[in-house]
């Protein structure tokens, strides 16, 4: 059937309107497609980092926005000593707004001879003894970076705070990449104020062989009437419940999906039925000359999948282009989502859009096939 497509081809040109309105629709549909997908394989991410799985959360209990939260610092002695810990990190948050948006920025403030441990960060530029040498110095994520046109020795400043980029790194996990990381006194000390002795979290690194979960319930016990109660959760599960609603917005956009699935076969199917219906003296014609039911069938789905794959690998493509180029994130309460381009995610996009030109272009192959080659004739 490959000797036909210059046929194929010749057939969707000499309709060209139509053929570039549809592959555009479907262009549109696929890059909407690819900008859900990208939320929800960012959210799926949080969840697939092995790293979220061996470290622990506590949190001040039955706070939310990190602005709320202040634990004892002195709790990193407590929680170091139990059995199957490995590390614990002091972490001050800032950021900039706790709702849910797409400018979210948010600042972790933490021991800078701590950070190179508990990070699998990889400077892009800068190095790590200017930060760790000047206190209101930070390293930077390679999204946030981005998106606030930001290089090393620039100056950084949002509302009252001020930090020198001393480094911009990138992170296997793309969530990373839209943080910064401050010296936690630095943070302590901010916006005029002094949080000295307490922090917003810890995050506790594990050895392989302890139960988060257990774990988390020990160190919830140990602090239960304490002078500030924790809720210590697993990395993935504390960003998952930070994320909330947030989180229940994402899953819900597959219903997004699948209306742009349906509108591709649908912008398809309308277009592959006009073409139907204004050839049928030519797919008579086919026919007197030898072409058999089935092979008219054939260059109907063909010619439907064919207008399917244009528009999506064009919608794929540009979707893929704009979410590499413009980092995007969407973050609550601290923690980001990153809007996350894939392979795997521009190849569904691709086995949809041919798929959905396959299914589209049956019916009115199916008719193209079962006319009558007299009466066919005829109407033309």
């Not at 988390?216 to 239960?224: E, T």
Request: one cysteine or more.
């Amino acid at each position: 059937m490959f000797k036909f497509l210059p046929y194929i081809f010749k057939t969707l040109w000499r309709h060209r309107s139509r053929t570039l309105l549809t592959v555009s629709g479907s262009a549109i549909a696929l890059f909407v497609f690819c900008f859900v997908g990208s939320v929800q394989e960012g959210m799926h991410a949080i969840y697939r980092q092995q790293g979220a799985q061996r470290s622990l959360i506590a949190f001040q209990a039955n706070k939310f926005c990190p602005a709320t939260s202040n634990l004892p610092q002195d709790y990193e002695q407590k929680i170091s000593r139990l059995d199957g810990v490995r590390q614990v990190i002091p972490i001050q948050v800032f950021t900039n707004n706790c709702r849910a948006s797409l400018d979210v920025v948010v600042f972790y403030g933490v021991p800078p001879q701590k950070l190179r441990a508990a990070r699998d960060f990889v400077l892009k530029s800068g190095n790590w003894d200017a930060f760790e040498n000047h206190q209101d110095a930070a390293v930077i994520g390679r999204a946030v970076a981005k998106r606030r046109n930001l290089k090393k020795g620039s100056k950084f400043s949002i509302g009252n705070l001020s930090v020198n980029v001393a480094g911009i790194y990138e992170s296997s996990d793309p969530a990373e990449e839209n943080y910064i990381y401050s010296h936690l006194e630095f943070l302590q000390r901010s916006k005029g104020e002094n949080r000295v002795g307490t922090v917003t979290q810890f995050e506790i690194l594990l050895a392989d062989d302890v139960d988060p979960d257990a774990k988390s319930a020990q160190i919830d016990q140990m602090f239960h009437g304490g002078p500030v109660e924790t809720d210590t959760r697993p990395k993935g599960v504390f960003q998952a419940r930070s994320l909330g609603d947030l989180a229940e917005l994402i899953a819900m956009a597959h219903y997004l999906s699948y209306a742009c699935v349906g509108l591709v076969l649908a912008l398809v199917a309308t277009t592959t039925v006009m073409s139907v219906q204004d050839r049928i003296r030519e797919h008579a014609l086919l026919q007197t000359i030898g072409f058999s039911g089935v092979r008219v069938f054939s260059l109907v789905v063909i010619e439907s999948v064919v207008l399917g794959i244009l528009g999506g690998v064009i919608g794929v493509g540009l979707a893929m282009t704009m979410l590499k180029w413009s980092a995007l994130s969407v973050g609550a309460e601290a923690v980001t989502i990153a809007f996350t381009p894939s392979l795997h995610l521009a190849l569904w996009g691709i086995l949809i859009a041919t798929v959905s030109g396959f299914v589209a272009g049956c019916l009115p192959g199916w008719l193209a096939a079962r006319a009558e080659i007299v009466s066919a004739l005829r109407s033309g």
